[in-house]
């Protein structure tokens, strides 16, 4: 309620009494009169006041400190006086708060829905990339094994001649090599990307080590008339720390693909630089070299994708396109770079740089050559494995070494043969991880178990197609002696048998 005095005039000009105005204000009908609704929901203040004849501001109703500057006035003329009524919201930032939220709130779930989106054509991008690898590895797995079915029939024909059988056979050797390989490459990949990919360094013969890289090379550049030209320049250390498989796995595939495309009577340049670095460091630059057809500019960005070859006439089919994938995924695991420098049909150029420590001579040196396997003949071993053709191949080869061989088709089997046996009966036992009835690890944990004199001691190494990093540790923990993976390789079972025996 608001009251103001009014005077009026008479006929003469006289001014008189008359009488009070009276307002009653309805504050949310002035409020909707103003067009201010949107207030209502935010809360808000107001000021009703007017301007006396003495020019003074006489406040009539509510906040009487309310900041005009930032209100909302509305004029309410009454008889004689003009009143204004102004409003403003409690809180003015309400509304740019509100905005922001909102914005904020639309950009979220734009970046929400983009993000789904991106996880969407991320995944669609890797299972296109699945079937990509899986369609190129099918491809490259295929040549090979044509050629091992193929020439296998053409083995078994009947009246061929002894020469010819051979050469079929030594061709079936060369293909399941190449299967093989390409096997051992995919699976590196696999590790690689996942990041299961592991340096294991151990004091290695710097010179064995360059010469175990030269000499295989050195019989491929023969059948193709190509020079190898090979030198070691620099500080020679005797010995360093590295992981010997993965380094040679770097300039192998390197002075292959150097082979490769280089043509008949060619030539190959592999050059090594050491240089001692203080305390014990050794800085390691190889350059591998050939006059071969080179690699396209076009095709360079692409060097190291898996799979990715370049298609020049007369190369067509030359391998799986893994191996420099490989060579970067090594190098960049090892801290070292490569660099590539090449011109079309004026060879190639690679430049490694490596860093290794200098270590002692290793107290115990690998199998040097024949005549150490003279102790291991006449040593009984217990093969724990339930395919037959498996069986077959591992006890010949080992016959064919002068050990003794007994049989288990299962880890069941395998454990009480042992539990059975004397004590020093058997040196030594090889055990496959898969088998029925009872599994290698299974069998191990029992076999390590028994009170048997020799169950704690005796070396068991695991003989498996599970070639993957996590399945040696895991061998390992189980109480095996060490793993050794199929295809067979006899020398490496000779070598661990020699170790540990």
Same mark, same amino acid.
């Given at each position: ?52 004849? &003495?020019?003074?501001? $006489?406040? /009539?109703?509510?906040? #009487? ?5 930032? *209100?909302? +006035? %509305? ?117 690689? &990307?996942?990041?299961? $990919?592991? /340096?294991?360094?151990? #004091? ?5 080590? *360059?010469? +175990? %890289? ?123 770079? /490569? ?163």
């Amino acid at each position: 309620m608001a009251r103001n005095p009014i005077f009026l005039k008479d006929a003469s000009g006289h001014e008189y009494f008359w009488g009070f105005s009276a307002i009653v204000l309805d504050l949310p009908q002035a409020i909707e009169g103003a067009a201010l609704n949107h207030l209502k929901s935010d809360g808000y203040d107001y000021q009703l006041y007017c301007i006396n004849e &003495n020019n003074e501001r $006489l406040v /009539i109703e509510g906040n #009487p400190n309310l900041d005009l500057s930032q *209100a909302v +006035s %509305i004029d309410i003329r009454v008889p004689n006086h003009v009143w204004t009524l102004a409003i403003r919201p409690w809180n003015p930032w309400a509304n740019l708060a509100k905005a922001i939220g909102v914005f904020l709130l639309g950009f979220l779930l734009s970046l929400l829905i983009w993000l789904r989106y991106s996880m969407i054509r991320q995944r669609e991008a890797a299972l296109a990339s699945r079937d990509m690898f899986f369609s190129d590895i099918s491809h490259d797995m295929r040549t090979p094994l044509n050629a091992i079915i193929g020439f296998s029939m053409l083995a078994q024909k009947p009246g061929l001649p002894g020469p010819s059988k051979d050469g079929y056979i030594r061709k079936i050797e060369a293909s399941a090599a190449l299967l093989l390989d390409l096997i051992n490459d995919t699976l590196t990949i696999s590790r690689a &990307n996942l990041g299961k $990919l592991q /340096i294991h360094e151990e #004091p290695v013969s710097a010179r064995k080590l *360059a010469l +175990s %890289i030269i000499d295989p090379i050195r019989v491929m550049a023969q059948e193709k008339h190509i020079t190898v030209n090979f030198a070691v320049t620099g500080y020679r250390p005797d010995f360093i720390m590295a992981d010997q498989l993965n380094v040679q796995k770097i300039f192998l595939n390197l002075l292959n693909n150097a082979v490769k495309y280089t043509p008949e009577d060619g030539n190959i340049w592999l050059t090594i630089h050491f240089e001692k670095q203080p305390p014990d460091r050794v800085a390691v630059t190889a350059k591998v070299r050939d006059d071969g057809i080179g690699i396209g500019p076009e095709f360079l960005e692409h060097l190291y994708e898996p799979f990715a070859q370049e298609r020049r006439k007369g190369y067509e089919g030359m391998g799986s396109g893994l191996g420099l994938a490989i060579v970067k995924q090594i190098v960049d695991l090892l801290g070292g770079t /490569i660099q590539v420098e090449s011109k079309p049909d004026h060879g190639t150029t690679f430049t490694v740089n490596l860093f290794f420590c200098e270590a002692e001579r290793p107290a115990k040196d690998r199998l040097s050559g024949p005549e150490d396997l003279s102790r291991l003949v006449g040593c009984k071993v217990l093969i724990c494995e339930d395919n037959l053709l498996n069986q077959e191949i591992i006890a010949e080869l080992l016959k064919d070494q002068g050990l003794v061989v007994d049989l288990a088709e299962n880890g069941k089997i395998g454990v009480e043969k042992f539990a059975a046996s004397a004590a020093g009966e058997y040196q030594a036992i090889l055990m496959d991880l898969r088998m029925p009835v009872m599994d290698g690890y299974e069998a191990v944990t029992a076999i390590r178990r028994l009170k048997h004199p020799d169950a704690a001691v005796i070396p068991i190494f695991a003989l498996t197609a599970d070639a993957f990093e996590g399945d040696a540790q895991k061998c390992m923990d189980t109480g095996m002696n060490g793993c050794l993976t199929k295809p067979v390789d006899m020398k490496k079972i000779m070598e661990a048998l020699y170790q540990t025996l």
